[in-house]
């Protein structure tokens, strides 16, 4: 018989087709079968790379087990060791977290609930009480806006959620806190209690100016904020002031929402990660429709100037007060299985035009000091919004 060999190089091929191709399926299914899987040559090598970067802490460990003298708990060395690595970045927003750890600061952050009746920025060891629930233990105890707590019964602090679980506990339990409020040093002796703090108030100012203050961006700000918008729109308000002074940040998230609900269609902020990836955060139509002022000191941080840059550089508004902090940066939660979290910095905000904002802070429209400590009583800053919403 004689055959065609066009029609045998045409079998030929399709068999040796049909063969790789079970070949691959075969493999597949043995590699499937045995836990196994295929990586490039490429993703061997990182492989290779990262554990032989760690191969002195394998060592370490090593030693310690067989050679170590005393007993020691495993699970808290991994959880020093996990803190330990955090730290080494350098990066004072970066920090490693425990779950009980997390669920306290989750508790204070989102809930509210801070056992004391404050809300607070922690910088360099020390927190700066940035509001006081009234009637409210700190209230109680005379603790004031602007007050300085540098220790908790003696205990000194670096990080918020250090000083969260320092001033948490059971209710009824009393707590000594030092105190330093300008030049001068005192104790305050607080009563922990169950006390919640909203982030977002608001009040009807002469000429029927809103004034609307968010005092942290907490899970709730944004809702909270809808509902103060809402009723002094129903008191008929001719302009709005929102007041961000000493509002250290919180979820980025929340401020974003809240530039959606008083800005016209825009964009509100940039966000840029290591690779120069970039996320553009728009508005939409809906707006308040309000003339608006917004108020700034060099403690307004984070997200507070995510709000602050967004109305200044879309003309919605002048910026009133004092250049803000500088902390363009954000965090993002990576969750483990345990419980426990890692905030880590991932990514950098720009403002609306392209601007840094960490490091360099937002530049009020027009800069007011906040008065002098001779000054009489008022408010210089509120003043001059007022002026010029008038």
Not at 45 to 67: C, F, G, P, S, W
Not at 171 to 190: E, H, Q, S
Request: net charge negative; with cysteine; glycine share 8%.
């Amino acid at each position: 018989m004689r055959i065609n060999p066009r029609k045998f190089a045409r079998a030929a091929v399709l068999i040796l087709v049909l063969t790789a191709a079970l070949s691959v399926l075969i493999s597949y299914g043995v590699l499937r079968m045995t836990g196994r899987k295929i990586v490039t040559e490429e993703e061997l090598k990182e492989k290779d790379a990262v554990i032989a970067r760690h191969a002195k802490l394998y060592e370490l460990q090593e030693d310690i087990e067989k050679n170590f003298l005393f007993d020691f708990d495993e699970s808290e060395q991994t959880e020093a060791m996990a803190k330990a690595l955090a730290e080494s970045l350098g990066d004072k927003y970066t920090e490693y977290m425990t779950a009980a750890e997390l669920m306290e600061w989750e508790e204070a952050v989102n809930s509210g609930f801070t056992g004391i009746g404050i809300t607070f920025n922690v910088t360099d060891g020390r927190a700066e009480v940035t509001s006081v629930a009234e009637d409210g233990p700190a209230d109680a105890a005379d603790i004031k806006e602007g007050d300085v707590i540098r220790a908790v019964d003696d205990q000194e602090f670096e990080t918020e959620s250090e000083f969260i679980k320092l001033i948490s506990g059971e209710p009824g339990k009393t707590i000594k806190l030092d105190m330093l409020r300008g030049w001068y040093t005192f104790t305050a002796n607080v009563t922990i209690a169950e006390v919640e703090m909203r982030a977002v108030s608001s009040k009807v100012l002469d000429g029927g100016i809103g004034y609307i203050r968010i005092t942290s961006f907490s899970k709730n700000s944004s809702k909270e904020f809808a509902e103060e918008l809402k009723s002094l729109n129903e008191k008929k308000v001719k302009s709005l002031i929102i007041d961000l002074r000493n509002n250290g940040g919180g979820y980025v998230d929340q401020g974003i929402s809240i530039c959606d609900q008083i800005l016209p269609e825009c964009t509100i902020s940039i966000m840029e990660d290591k690779k120069g990836r970039t996320t553009t955060y728009n508005s939409d139509e809906e707006a308040c429709g309000l003339p608006l002022a917004v108020l700034v000191n060099e403690k307004s941080a984070s997200a507070a100037e995510i709000v602050a840059a967004a109305v200044k550089d879309n003309n919605a508004g002048p910026v009133v007060g004092t250049k803000t902090y500088g902390k363009g940066i954000s965090q993002q939660e990576f969750r483990f299985s345990d419980g426990s979290c890692l905030m880590l910095t991932t990514a950098r905000f720009l403002t609306p035009s392209g601007k840094v904002i960490d490091g360099k802070g937002v530049r009020p429209d027009t800069k007011v000091k906040e008065k002098a400590e001779d000054e009489e009583e008022g408010d210089r800053q509120l003043r001059k919004a007022q002026q010029l919403l008038g």
